[in-house]
């Protein structure tokens, strides 16, 4: 609305909905003694004008710059920007759960590429391959014995009495990454 409209009374503006009937209070038409009266603010102490919400703060705190030192020079970067180099310099270090956060950006990001995951894959610890084996085995042999029993229409079998109407059928699970999901702190 235009500041000539909030001028106007509201008898004056014009109506944004229509109603339909011949009625004193009903639909667009409130009943005068449960609205605000004029000069009445249901909450006074509302938001602060300019304030910002917690996206905003979360924002505002990684993207601040801080003066960070690489040999004999000094630069300023972001924060999130200081954070990453310092998790992909921990991961070279040797720290397994920072190894596994830069993976997992990278995965996110789609940095890697296959030939960069299969390498990553063979480097892998002989348990760590022993136990996706293991899981892509059990998998594979669920899929495959749900693919044979199924139906074509679930609800054509009579399901057994006392049972759920999908006991037994499940989909097909993705296979899982390699690396759990990053949370930073």
Request: charged fraction near 30%; proline fraction near 10%; include cysteine.
């Amino acid at each position: 609305m235009s500041n000539a409209d909030n001028n106007k009374t509201r008898d004056e503006r014009p109506a944004k909905k229509v109603p339909k009937g011949d009625y004193e209070v009903g639909y667009c038409r409130p009943d005068p003694k449960v609205q605000f009266k004029p000069g009445n603010n249901a909450n006074p102490n509302g938001r602060p004008r300019g304030s910002r919400n917690g996206k905003g703060l979360v924002k505002e705190a990684f993207l601040e710059l801080i003066p960070v030192r690489e040999g004999n020079t000094t630069k300023k970067v972001s924060k999130i920007a200081a954070v990453l180099t310092q998790t992909i310099n921990d991961a070279l270090k040797g720290n397994h759960k920072a190894r596994l956060a830069a993976i997992g950006l990278a995965q996110m990001h789609g940095i890697l590429t296959p030939e960069i995951e299969e390498a990553i894959e063979e480097n892998l610890p002989e348990h760590d391959k022993k136990i996706l084996e293991e899981y892509n085995r059990r998998h594979s042999a669920a899929r495959s014995a749900a693919a044979t029993e199924a139906p074509a229409h679930p609800n054509s079998v009579p399901a057994a009495e006392g049972s759920r109407p999908d006991a037994g059928h499940f989909p097909a699970a993705p296979l899982p990454k390699l690396t759990r999901p990053v949370v930073l702190k």
